[in-house]
């Protein structure tokens, strides 16, 4: 039971991206993929509550021993990120069905569901993955799959910017491939569990630089400043759905893989001087990069990146109440990214423009589509009553808790941004959303610049409208649950505590994955 | 596999050192490069170095690792696992090194040349800074938020002639399809 549990969320969706591949028809594809990640999200939900009851679970595929063979590992964190991404990764869906963009073009949609389904394996394998070869393999799986989607009807532009991406990742994986050769050279395995006593035993220097090549590698690959160039570059110009999945996730699985490797690899006992200096470097220059700019997405891409340095504050500490934060924060952001950008979508369906001075010229859309947008844009910024705010307090409470100058600098650092989080999104509010006064009849108004072909609106159809509700329910459910992070702070707390004190203590992860004998 | 520790840290053998270290730095050379196809290039070169890194991290070769009949000293056959790493990454390298070059071609299909375009932040910079210092005879400068309605890649004025231009020579022709020669600073 167990072994199905663990190894479903990889051997489903990859299976289902072979048969998505024999050409069935458009309708049985998508009904496919949603039950697919229906019920991958249904054993995530199971797995979560079998790894809080019971503790660790592993797997050794094939039944090859830990050292020797494949491990599957679900431990708290691993499972409730996976719930939490599947999550995303359906409601993304549904709005990608409903918008159409699997669907506009023949060759498009072939694509589109086997890529999909493919980027679900790489997330899956990457949190369950028990090994740093299998982990490398799951970044290529997913990555492989994100470089097709982010050149999906491919035109000049997301040519360019699809290339500048898979430049970029590509980097960053050969790298990863070298630190994974180099620890093997030292110590002779990679399995995590395995590697953390090995690499204590090797001399510091060398340690020293193999952890900070890992954290170049896991930079780039979560857009850590001075390493994250590429971001603001590429994830807009993809397709709406996509640029959410991209955003929620991508940078959110490579946070994980840090948390997990430092925490087992390389643990320490005090705060990480050098990760708090690239936190605050992360949130500042992250935030400042959004205020300066005038595209919906591009900002939000650029609070994609502000936001990972409140992950790193949490790892920074190295503490429970901070690691607890990090998880927090991480379920809060995959949740609320996911959510904005979607809503965001919502609105340039509305307003035909991704350019915020443009949006003020236009009529405002829907009081709902503008309240889908406010909630997750509050909760981003942390405003009390929803989850952004839980997340952000125990981070704070952590960096009060640990004292000392890097504490301090990263909580105050912290506060400061998310004052500007809250200015960033109140700007994109009053653009999209208010109606202007100077223009009090902006409708009358001609566009400065014809809009492009594809997005002149067709009167609506049946079809459209229903992609329309299908798109609007997907959202509010992104919504939604954003809301329902922020209702269950407290159970989810206390799930994100007991994650903390075992990557703290890996002791339970490594007796579930070795036999006595190996460690 | 276990043993590997003392192997490895005390034969090292250089040939393989310098080879790997070549290619790295031959590899990251060319993908500094402005020309995409020299860019796969660079990566194909930078996935040998790592390749061969990964057989080198297996220490000392050996006896094949799968042997039929006759029972071997642990010891004799080479470690397997580096040469499994290896053989995965050379697919996934192989794999996407395609996928690169259908990019590359593509892209060269799309705009006509074979180089990286400046990125659409730095060409609307380009295009401030230029404005800015037009109107630095008549007014204040204009920020770099500026609200023209430019602001979508290649809508902007196409002028060479600007005093921003710094005119670095170098097959400007490549890029006449969009306003970056003038301002470009690479």
């Known amino acids: ?519 | 596999m276990t043993g590997a520790v003392d192997i490895t840290v005390n034969t090292l053998d250089v040939t393989m050192a310098v080879v790997v270290g070549g290619l790295f730095a031959i590899g990251f050379h060319l993908m500094l490069q402005r020309s995409l196809m020299r860019i796969v290039l660079g990566f194909i070169l930078l996935g040998h170095g790592t390749n061969m890194l990964l057989l080198v991290a297996g220490g000392t070769p050996g006896l094949p690792p799968v042997l039929e009949g006759r029972p071997v000293d642990p010891a004799e056959p080479a470690d397997p696992l580096p040469q499994a790493m290896a053989l995965t990454s050379i697919i996934i390298t192989f794999g996407l090194t395609a996928f690169l070059m259908a990019l590359a071609y593509r892209s060269w299909r799309l705009s006509g040349s074979d180089e990286v375009r400046d990125d659409v932040e730095d060409r609307r910079i380009d295009i401030a800074l230029q404005r800015a210092g037009a109107d630095e005879v008549t007014g204040p400068p204009e920020g770099p938020g500026g609200n023209g309605p430019d602001d979508g890649p290649g809508s902007g004025p196409g002028d060479g002639s600007e005093p921003g231009g710094e005119g670095d020579g170098d097959a400007p022709d490549h890029r006449d399809d969009d306003d970056t020669a003038p301002g470009d600073h690479r």
């Open chain 1, 1 to 519: 039971m167990t072994t199905l549990l663990i190894t479903l969320p990889v051997v489903l969706p990859i299976l289902c991206a072979g048969v998505t591949l024999l050409g069935l028809p458009g309708r049985v594809i998508r009904v496919l993929s949603t039950l697919v990640l229906t019920t991958v999200l249904a054993d995530a939900a199971a797995l979560l509550v079998l790894t809080d009851t019971r503790g660790p679970q592993s797997v050794h595929v094939g039944g090859w021993p830990a050292p020797l063979g494949i491990t599957l590992v679900a431990d708290r964190l691993s499972a409730l990120l996976l719930t939490v991404s599947v999550l995303v990764t359906l409601a993304v869906l549904v709005f990608a069905i409903g918008q159409g963009t699997a669907e506009k073009r023949r060759s498009a949609a072939e694509v589109f569901h086997p890529a999909y389904l493919l980027l679900v394996t790489g997330v899956s394998l990457a949190f369950l993955t028990g090994d740093l070869f299998n982990l490398f393999v799951a970044f290529e799986i997913l990555l492989a799959a994100s470089y097709v989607l982010i050149t999906l009807d491919a035109d000049g532009n997301r040519t360019r910017a699809g290339m500048t991406y898979t430049i970029i990742s590509l980097t960053s994986s050969l790298l990863f491939l070298t630190f994974i050769g180099l620890v093997y050279a030292a110590t002779g395995t990679v399995t995590l569990a395995q590697l953390g006593p090995r690499l204590a035993e090797l001399p510091d220097g060398l340690s020293g630089a193999l952890a900070l090549l890992l954290l170049a590698v896991l930079g780039i690959k979560a857009a850590i400043v001075p390493l994250h160039f590429w971001l603001p570059d590429s994830y807009p110009t993809a397709p709406a759905p996509i640029t959410a999945v991209f955003a929620a996730l991508l940078t959110k699985v490579a946070v994980y893989a840090l948390l997990r490797t430092q925490t087992l690899l390389f643990p320490r006992s005090s705060v990480w001087t050098l990760l708090a200096c690239v936190a605050i470097a992360t949130m500042v220059v992250g935030i400042l990069g959004a205020l300066a700019q005038d595209d919906i997405n591009r900002l939000l891409s650029f609070t994609l990146v502000s936001h990972i340095g409140f992950m790193l504050f949490g790892l920074a500490l190295f503490d429970a109440t901070g690691l607890t934060g990090t998880v927090l924060y991480m379920v809060h952001h995959i949740v609320v990214q996911a959510a904005l950008f979607l809503a965001a979508a919502l609105t340039v369906r509305h307003t035909r423009t991704t350019g915020l001075d443009r949006m003020a010229r236009r009529s405002p859309p829907r009081p709902l589509v503008a309240v889908l947008f406010a909630l997750p844009a509050l909760s981003l910024a942390g405003i009390p009553p929803f989850s952004g705010f839980v997340a952000k307090l125990t981070l704070l409470r952590a960096g009060a808790w640990q004292g000392g100058t890097a504490a301090y600098a990263l909580a105050a650092t912290a506060l400061i941004t998310s004052l500007l989080t809250l200015y960033a999104m109140s700007r994109v509010w009053s653009r999209a959303f208010m109606l202007q006064e100077s223009h009090p009849d902006r409708s009358d108004t001609p566009p400065l610049k014809k809009p492009a072909p594809d997005t002149v609106r067709r009167p609506e159809r049946r079809a459209d409208r229903y992609g329309a509700r299908l798109m609007t329910t997907a959202t509010a459910v992104m919504v939604m649950t954003s809301v329902a992070v922020a209702v269950c702070a407290g159970p989810l707390a206390r799930v994100g505590e007991r994650a903390a004190h075992e990557l703290l203590d890996p002791r339970a992860y490594r007796s579930v994955v070795m036999t006595e004998e190996d460690r």
